[in-house]
């Protein structure tokens, strides 16, 4: 339909409800997934549980990994604090986003660990978390707070929906889908939220903050 070609070597099916799938195996000349399948670096299953726990749990083991291996560069404080925000934020950015469910319980703070351990050397911190993750010219040092990053990324819909602009095509078909205005939606009681794909994934992480 969109008038592309079909790359059947890279394609990848992963059967959610069809029962005739050894039928469609025997027909289709395409790769069959057994747990998920990658899309810009995202592991989708065929649950959003089976999903968190996929990328999650690999999200906090490449963290550890690469905290660990830059821990030998002999890096200043500061330096490792613009290494978190250059290379470790931008990717706990994609999956906050990319993902329609909020992290299990405790990762977040166990990536916050991991980080606030490599900022210290794995050494006792010389002042307090709540001092250190102050804004520089509020005597601090500037690091990342990983909650408030995932509530802010979880944000950022409510940010985009109220403003009139041509170029975003997602905020007009939400609009339509929902059949009312979509900055409305974070506000009304879940009995009258219209269904969809934004009132139980996205709506529901974006009212626990609320």
């Known amino acids: 339909m969109s008038g592309f070609q079909l790359n059947l070597e890279k394609s990848v099916i992963l059967n959610l409800s069809v029962p005739l799938r050894v039928l469609l195996q025997a027909a289709l000349t395409i790769q069959w997934a057994t747990q998920s399948i990658p899309y810009l670096c995202i592991s989708i299953a065929s649950s959003f549980s089976t999903t968190a726990q996929l990328n999650y749990s690999s999200l906090l083991t490449s963290t550890k990994d690469d905290l660990r291996r830059w821990s030998n560069m002999g890096l200043s404080w500061f330096g490792r604090i613009a290494a978190v925000k250059m290379t470790t934020l931008p990717r706990l950015l994609h999956v906050f986003q990319a993902l329609p469910t909020p992290p299990p319980q405790g990762l977040l703070s166990l990536i916050q660990k991991e980080i606030n351990a490599f900022i210290w050397e794995r050494r006792q911190p010389r002042m307090s978390v709540m001092l250190s993750q102050r804004h520089s010219r509020d005597a601090g040092l500037g690091v990342p707070d990983v909650v408030r990053y995932y509530q802010a990324s979880q944000l950022v819909p409510l940010v985009e929906w109220p403003r009139k602009c041509t170029e975003k095509h997602r905020c007009r078909m ?4 929902a059949g009312i205005h979509i900055w409305k939606i974070p506000w009304l009681r879940r009995r009258h939220r ?7 994934a996205i709506i529901g992480p974006l009212c626990q903050f609320g």
């Open 174 to 177: 939400e609009q339509q889908i």
């Open 194 to 200: 219209p269904w969809g794909i934004y009132s139980s």
